[in-house]
């Protein structure tokens, strides 16, 4: 073991910069040292080539990570192959954040442990800028401003492969209580092909109990053993890693946890925020508060068969996790409406029983009687101090009783007299979406579409077991910042998910807003606790502005739920123009498309950001998507929207996340493998990927990519800021690619500048309101 010192130890960070500088020593890259030749870094090939005389393929990268409160013990191991016609003789080299250390690092090389250098930021600058200038290749310049450290050099012969393994040791960054830790994959970017495997798994031990566990860049797997000890994993195939991996936890003995994480990369606009809440889990499951469930299920004709049978099992499901002090009922209909009970029931052994015989006798037949099914489950609701969740399933669309969609949306609202919160699960593509939508909207909660090839069982029992033990109910946040006025108006505006929430044992609450006033700020969560009113309140820290780009993924899951909201409006209210302009600046600001500005995609489109123009065809387009409300297409509509509004992270809406697990448009990635492929290598490359509802298939928009907290258009074979006019294009500051001018933009201007000097293309960007093209 080495023990390194690393430059300008003053506080000790993890985390710089989640899309530049803000690098661990996770993940490196191989450079060749060959002065004879020009060797860029490899890109995935796009289109069949001759094979270059020196590339590599990053074939797998496998991390373990023991972090025990803020100490991380990282190993590493990546395997690269030559995929190069010639002998390379290489170093591998990983840039290290600016301003933390690494302690007790070992490098070793197929077995054998090679001498690694650190160089300070100065040092590796002038690495960095030779390594560009010789090969003409502005990749590097991605961690311009960061240290380094670097093998030895070492051949691999054509065809070769070589596994470098590192462990070492750092200090994550905590700030307001939240550990943060990141580890760095977008240099496997730089890569001939996808990799076979990548795997990571995090051990979290924590001297206080573990409240909130989140991933801002993946969709990881997360289990709990106690109180105080969890494993978080995220594992793939064919991937290209186009983010880095980040991971938030906090841990207290407080009975509920909050964390907030702002971002504000305009001080003249508002900010943008994370908010994460936990309850604390044994307290509640040691006294878990009584709750009502009511589960309404479709028998219509078009449930027999195989759907039948999960949906009974999805009841069934439900009855074996009910508690003591529960109250329950079971809904069925047809043409007709027929309950368990006439009234609620208390849940015991007995009861059950009886309920699991009643399931038992549901067949189907018959038509569709949402409206009276819906009236009768919510009229035996009669205690708004208990939490109530009506679970309605349905596989069609309304042909007895009531079938306008408008009156049974509001007989459904009349009825509802609790404010219980109704679960729908949409089955199969002949449902009407848009009706299930309109029913949640208003009823205070969710849809979920469960394609045909679906289990119904899995989907509803996923969501019971995330229900079960309600903690907190009709949650609301609020946000008060020192110094701030009455007359300044909330803190707070246009978060999601919008109105009153329920936190539940064993669930976390991620919200994201706007905000503002900066600074020093109290955050307050208020609701019921076994029917009594509570509040806890939480400091946090509101930023002035944000001088990097760490937490910009805030603003593009804002980004991406405000998107779902909109769409949701105009799905269910009608067109609306200010809402078209809106959907239309946040496809052009954050990159964001959809079915209704998938427009943007469109590479012979002269003036891409031109608002008029473009809200005309969106105009258009949701006018013509939005019309249907039964049948595949709409399905998947829905289902993609309901997507958005849920989102979880904002990176996995481009692949990963386009459907979450188990949700409908996962059938978007069961696609053949080059098809596969072409998306990893947009994603590689920034491209912005949208779902295609109409096809059902991820498409890549090549001349839309996202550079940190910028959205870039092609035009005329350069990449254009979105916020630049067609006028101030003609207008540019023209800076000499590799110049010297060039390289001290970072110095000027700041690290997150990084990211568009690294860009392989020409450039035109606004930087502090001046216009530069190289």
């Given at each position: 073991m080495r023990s390194l010192s690393i430059f300008s130890i003053r506080a000790f960070t993890a985390v710089l910069i989640a899309s530049m500088a803000g690098l661990t020593a996770a993940q490196g890259l191989l450079v060749d040292i060959d002065s004879r030749h020009r060797v860029p870094l490899p890109r995935p090939i796009i289109q069949p080539r001759p094979t270059p005389p020196a590339s590599y393929k990053v074939e797998s990268i496998d991390v373990h990570v023991n972090l025990k409160d803020q100490v991380a013990q990282v190993g590493i191991s990546q395997t690269f192959q030559n995929t190069g016609s010639r002998q390379m003789e290489v170093c591998f080299v990983f840039p290290l954040p600016y301003d933390s250390a690494v302690d007790e690092l070992t490098l070793m090389v197929d077995g054998k442990e090679f001498e690694g250098k650190v160089l300070s930021a100065d040092e590796a600058r002038k690495l960095y800028e030779d390594i560009v200038r010789k090969n003409q290749d502005p990749a590097l310049l991605e961690w311009l401003g960061s240290g380094m450290v670097k093998t030895s050099v070492f051949p691999v012969p054509?065809?070769?492969?070589?596994?470098?393994?590192?462990?070492?040791?750092?200090?994550?960054?905590?700030?307001?209580?939240?550990t943060d830790l990141l580890l760095p994959l977008r240099t496997a970017r730089y890569t001939s092909g996808t990799l076979d495997s990548l795997s990571i798994t995090v051990a979290i031990e924590s001297s206080q109990p573990i409240k909130n566990i989140y991933s801002a860049s993946h969709a990881v797997e997360i289990k709990r053993n106690g109180e105080r000890r969890a494993v978080v994993k995220y594992e793939s195939k064919n991937e290209i890693p186009s983010a880095d991996f980040r991971l938030f936890y906090d841990a207290t003995a407080e009975g509920l946890a909050a964390s907030v994480v702002s971002y504000r990369p305009d001080a003249d606009d508002a900010g943008y925020f994370l908010l994460l809440a936990s309850p604390d889990i044994k307290a509640q499951e040691e006294n878990p508060p009584a709750k009502t469930v009511v589960f309404v299920v479709d028998r219509s004709g078009s449930m027999s068969g195989e759907k039948m049978d999960q949906a009974k099992g999805a009841i069934e499901f439900v009855l074996n996790n009910l508690r003591e002090g529960d109250t329950f009922n079971i809904v069925a209909y047809d043409g007709d409406v027929e309950a368990f009970r006439p009234e609620l029931e208390r849940f015991n052994n007995t009861t059950r029983e009886q309920a699991l015989g009643f399931v038992a006798g549901l067949y189907a037949g018959g038509s569709t009687n949402i409206a009276g099914a819906l009236e009768r489950a919510f009229g035996m609701l009669n205690d708004s101090s208990r939490p109530s969740y009506v679970v309605f399933l349905?596989?069609?669309?309304?042909?007895?009783?009531?079938?306008?969609?408008?009156?049974?949306?509001?007989a459904a609202g009349n009825t509802n007299s609790v404010r219980a919160r109704l679960f729908s699960f949409g089955v199969g593509y002949d449902v009407n979406s848009r009706l299930l939508d309109r029913l949640v909207r208003s009823n205070?909660?969710?849809?979920?579409?469960?394609?045909?090839?679906?289990?119904?069982?899995?989907?509803?029992?996923?969501?019971?077991?995330?229900?079960?033990?309600?903690?907190?109910?009709?949650?609301?946040?609020?946000?008060?910042?020192?110094?701030?006025?009455?007359?300044?108006?909330?803190?707070?505006?246009?978060?999601?998910?919008?109105?009153?929430?329920?936190?539940?044992?064993?669930?976390?609450?991620?919200?994201?807003?706007?905000?503002?006033?900066s600074g020093d700020a109290k955050v307050k969560l208020s609701g019921a606790v076994s029917g009594k009113e509570q509040s806890f309140d939480f400091p946090a820290k509101l930023v002035q502005h944000s001088s990097d780009d760490t937490n910009s993924f805030i603003a593009k899951l804002w980004a991406a739920r405000r998107v779902g909201e909109i769409?949701?409006?105009?799905?269910?209210?009608?067109?609306?123009?200010?809402?078209l302009e809106e959907l239309v600046n946040l496809a052009t600001k954050h990159g964001i498309l959809t079915q209704y500005t998938s427009f943007l995609a469109d590479e012979t489109l002269a003036a891409p950001t031109h608002l008029a123009d473009n809200v005309r065809r969106s105009a258009t387009a949701t006018r013509e998507a939005l019309a249907e409300t039964e049948g595949r297409y709409a399905f998947r509509q829905r289902a993609a929207k309901s997507n958005f509004k849920a989102a979880p992270q904002a990176d996995g809406l481009s692949l990963s996340g386009l459907g979450g697990r188990g949700n409908a448009v996962d059938e978007?990635?069961?696609?053949?493998?080059?098809?596969?492929?072409?998306?990893?290598?947009?994603?590689?490359y920034g491209n912005t990927l949208w779902f295609d509802a109409a096809n059902s298939r991820c498409e890549v928009a090549t001349n839309i990519m996202q550079c940190g907290r910028k959205t870039f258009f092609r035009q005329n074979n350069r990449w254009v800021d979105s916020s630049i006019t067609d006028e101030e294009q003609q207008h540019t500051n023209k800076v000499d690619r590799f110049s010297r001018e060039y390289f001290d933009l970072m110095a000027r201007y700041g690290s997150h500048v990084n990211q568009y000097l690294a860009i392989d293309d020409p450039v035109v960007v606004r930087l502090d309101g001046k216009v530069y093209e190289w």
């Open positions: 054509a065809g070769a492969k070589r596994t470098v393994s590192l462990h070492y040791t750092q200090l994550c960054r905590q700030s307001d209580g939240l349905s596989d069609g669309i309304p042909t007895a009783g009531e079938t306008n969609e408008a009156k049974i949306v509001q205070f909660g969710q849809s979920e579409y469960v394609r045909p090839d679906q289990d119904i069982e899995a989907s509803v029992s996923r969501l019971y077991r995330r229900i079960g033990t309600p903690v907190l109910t009709d949650v609301q946040l609020s946000l008060d910042v020192e110094g701030a006025q009455i007359a300044d108006g909330p803190i707070a505006s246009r978060t999601y998910p919008a109105g009153a929430f329920d936190l539940f044992a064993g669930d976390q609450a991620v919200i994201v807003g706007r905000y503002a006033q769409i949701d409006e105009i799905d269910l209210n009608g067109k609306n123009d200010e809402l978007a990635l069961e696609m053949p493998a080059e098809d596969l492929v072409r998306v990893q290598q947009g994603l590689a």
